[in-house]
């Protein structure tokens, strides 16, 4: 078994280094030569002969390479989110795509919390001044005892984010229509209206697709109270980056914080990034030797089920990966 690993030296050291050795003892693994990303043609060229790609975040699973690349059995990404992935070109070329397990919650949510506190406190642009040896301008900041929370999207990360919440003092606000409300002491589910208008920081925690696309636009940051506090980790394309940049501009955001965005790897944009009151992060939000681990690890684990002739866990498109199945059947003779 050939396994073609993505990552390029950076991210394998911080994403997969402890993991690597696990993976070369049940494969033959060929690594990223070079010190970047791959682009698609250039995979396509690393990877002839391979068996199973295991893809960085960054890289995507384009229809041309499952086309281009015939050897290819399985295409494993070590992370959650597959959106850059053309899971049905895949399956037309009948390539198997999987994804990790969802080990960043704790991670990411505390992340969260952290920007909050950056962004209510002041704590980066004061620090920066301090640092160059400048008197810091004395900006007063917000306590979050007693303050309200809003989170849109009651999944895994917004559920534990709201007991972080709760726990330095604030009301947390809830709003996900496609979740029981769970009556968890401290948190009252409501109408997404009444969330905007009341909460004083909120978190669009929803999860990427068309219909959450600019979830936060205009029309929502307009019904805020002046100076709420915006925080997103989870994807970028849920904020209106423009409506988002007029609203800090003109005070009706009181601070920004940013995890991820929509520049490449779905960082912060740098033009929103560089506003006044913005507190940005490169997507670190699963960047814990914890998360990268587990989340390598996941790989490995998926790489030993199709050494030993197992679906792997997590599987998008099992029904449809012929080309795995003809593997087994080769090497069964």
């Given at each position: 078994m050939r396994v073609f690993l993505t990552h390029n030296p950076e991210d394998r050291e911080a994403y997969y280094g402890r993991a690597l050795p696990l993976l070369t003892r049940i494969a033959g693994v060929v690594q990223n030569p070079f010190d970047h990303d791959l682009s698609t043609e250039a995979l396509i060229d690393a990877a002839q002969g391979c068996d199973v790609i295991v893809a960085h975040r960054s890289t995507p699973g384009e229809a041309v390479l499952f086309e281009r690349v015939p050897s290819l059995v399985a295409f494993l990404r070590c992370a959650v989110d597959t959106s850059t992935i053309d899971v049905d070109a895949a399956s037309a070329n009948g390539v198997l795509v999987a994804r990790a397990d969802k080990t960043f919650v704790a991670s990411t949510a505390e992340l969260a919390l952290g920007l909050?506190?950056?962004?209510?406190?002041?704590?980066?642009?004061?620090?920066?001044?301090?640092?160059?040896?400048?008197?810091?301008?004395?900006?007063?900041?917000?306590?979050?005892?007693?303050?309200?929370?809003?989170?849109?999207?009651?999944?895994?990360?917004?559920?534990?984010?709201?007991?972080?919440?709760?726990?330095?003092?604030?009301?947390?606000?809830?709003?996900?229509?496609?979740?029981?409300?769970?009556?968890?002491?401290?948190?009252?589910?409501?109408?997404?209206?009444?969330?905007?208008?009341?909460?004083?920081?909120?978190?669009?925690?929803?999860?990427?697709?068309?219909?959450?696309?600019?979830?936060?636009?205009?029309?929502?940051?307009?019904?805020?109270?002046?100076?709420?506090?915006?925080?997103?980790?989870?994807?970028?394309?849920?904020?209106?980056?423009?409506?988002?940049?007029?609203?800090?501009?003109?005070?009706?955001?009181?601070?920004?914080?940013?995890?991820?965005?929509?520049?490449?790897?779905?960082?912060p944009s740098p033009e929103l990034a560089a506003l006044p009151g913005v507190v940005a992060t490169p997507h670190l939000g699963g960047l814990t030797p914890e998360n990268a681990d587990a989340q390598a690890s996941s790989s490995v684990e998926q790489v030993e089920a199709i050494v030993a002739g197992v679906v792997p866990p997590r599987s998008l498109n099992a029904e449809h990966a012929t080309r795995l199945h003809a593997l087994w059947d080769r090497t069964r003779r």
């Open positions: 909050l506190l950056d962004v209510a406190r002041n704590i980066t642009v004061s620090s920066a001044e301090f640092a160059a040896g400048r008197t810091p301008v004395q900006r007063p900041g917000r306590q979050l005892q007693g303050r309200t929370a809003g989170i849109i999207g009651f999944g895994s990360i917004g559920s534990h984010l709201a007991a972080l919440l709760v726990a330095v003092g604030m009301e947390v606000l809830v709003h996900d229509p496609f979740v029981a409300d769970p009556r968890v002491e401290g948190v009252s589910f409501v109408g997404l209206d009444e969330l905007l208008c009341v909460a004083d920081a909120v978190f669009p925690l929803a999860p990427g697709s068309a219909d959450t696309e600019n979830l936060i636009g205009a029309p929502e940051l307009a019904v805020m109270r002046r100076g709420t506090l915006l925080i997103n980790v989870s994807r970028g394309e849920l904020l209106d980056e423009s409506a988002v940049a007029d609203a800090v501009r003109s005070g009706q955001l009181g601070g920004l914080g940013l995890d991820v965005g929509r520049a490449a790897d779905q960082r």
